[in-house]
């Protein structure tokens, strides 16, 4: 699913320090009329601008801490993360408390998927500052990237108790949950923020709130959300994959090949979506353009649900010698695939073959006992 995290961030000073050596009033002065104006320009995105100006610190005092912290923040936000990191860390070396360093270097390693250093430093940071809302969910974040269910849980939930609504939390929350196919609290903390801004919401919310409604079987309910994002964005890839497979689930195949196909007019060599579509027309018996679809995709790359596709047109058509040849290839290079076994398991029975059926599904049993899907189907033959 897409990421609702929210984009890096800066932050910039309100107040600068005075260096730690200076030669009278004018030089403070000049110092921080330098920093203002580099502070000003990252915001104006002016990002050369804003290095002549803290370069022009350096000029003054080799080791200013405010010029080293907006060199590092001139080049993160040009993502260029190694050359930030050594401007934070030179800073740090001076100035080991320097919050705005530990900030921007926490994040460096956010960016570089590093986040366990993220959290050291951030974990620093709050030793100093330990209210900071936006450090508390960006420790948080990175424990919820760790697969850390608890610690990130907490840590959203202890912001929340500081700001109830934190936008930034419930949005964790949600991501938390959903990868930890939690879809109930997911939908719980995503629908907070669709409550709380109604139009203004972001089409990611929307979608994300459809997907737990996929992903919770609540099809129908999922239609509604996926329609409201189609209307702000009528091209959104994920609006219109939820749309199909919830009309899929609904076992409308009507429905769900016209969002497939629509996916299909702006991404035409999606080997998933043409499998998908594939799957539609079969099962809705038009076989022609089902079989269509399914070799499209395997004329980019092999694709076992697209193979499988054909097999079963085969078996639709009473063509079973041929679907049987096809499942037996398909188990060859797949050996581990349970499906496989009880569709050619199923062709044998058609074609009378039903003791090479119950071989095929004992044998595999005795490598995987624990399959259910195997073991109901050798139950259903063996009646």
């Not at 709050?126 to 450090?135: A, M, P, Q, R």
Request: with cysteine; aromatic share 12%.
């Amino acid at each position: 699913m897409e990421n609702l995290d929210r984009t890096d961030e800066i932050l910039i000073p309100e107040t600068f320090m005075t260096p730690a050596s200076t030669s009278g009033d004018e030089v403070i002065n000049k110092i921080s009329e330098l920093s203002k104006k580099g502070y000003q320009l990252i915001k104006e995105d002016d990002i050369n601008g804003a290095k002549e100006a803290f370069n022009a610190i350096l000029q003054i005092e080799e080791n200013n801490n405010y010029a080293l912290v907006g060199l590092g923040d001139t080049e993160r936000k040009q993502n260029h993360f190694n050359e930030a990191i050594a401007y934070y860390k030179r800073c740090l070396d001076f100035y080991p408390s320097n919050n705005y360093a530990l900030f921007g270097l926490a994040d460096c390693y956010k960016a570089q998927n590093q986040y366990s250093k993220a959290i050291d430093i951030w974990q620093k940071y709050l030793e100093h500052d330990d209210k900071n809302i936006t450090v508390i969910t960006r420790v948080a974040d990175a424990y919820r990237k760790t697969h850390d269910f608890r610690k990130s849980k907490d840590l959203y939930l202890k912001v929340l108790d500081m700001e109830k609504d934190n936008a930034y939390a419930l949005i964790g929350l949600g991501h938390l949950n959903y990868d930890f196919k939690e879809y109930h609290d997911a939908l719980y903390y995503w629908t907070r923020i669709y409550e709380l801004n109604k139009d203004d919401v972001d089409i990611r919310v929307i979608t994300a709130i459809g997907n737990c409604h996929r992903k919770l079987k609540t099809f129908e309910e999922g239609t509604k959300f996926f329609e409201m994002a189609l209307e702000k964005e009528p091209k959104n890839f994920y609006a219109l994959f939820g749309l199909a497979d919830c009309y899929r689930g609904m076992n409308q195949q009507y429905k769900s090949i016209e969002y497939w196909n629509k996916i299909l007019e702006i991404d035409p060599k999606n080997k998933v979506i043409l499998t998908r579509a594939g799957d539609a027309y079969r099962t809705t018996g038009n076989y022609t353009e089902a079989k269509s679809y399914y070799n499209k995709a395997l004329e980019i790359d092999f694709d076992i649900y697209a193979a499988i596709g054909l097999a079963l047109i085969c078996k639709g058509e009473g063509n079973l010698e041929e679907a049987a040849k096809r499942f037996e290839n398909l188990i060859k290079n797949d050996p581990r695939n349970s499906r496989l076994y009880v569709d050619l398991a199923d062709c044998y029975v058609a074609m009378n073959r039903k003791a090479d059926a119950v071989k095929l599904l004992s044998d595999f049993l005795k490598y995987d006992s624990r399959s259910a899907a195997i073991s109901t189907a050798l139950e259903i033959i063996s009646k």
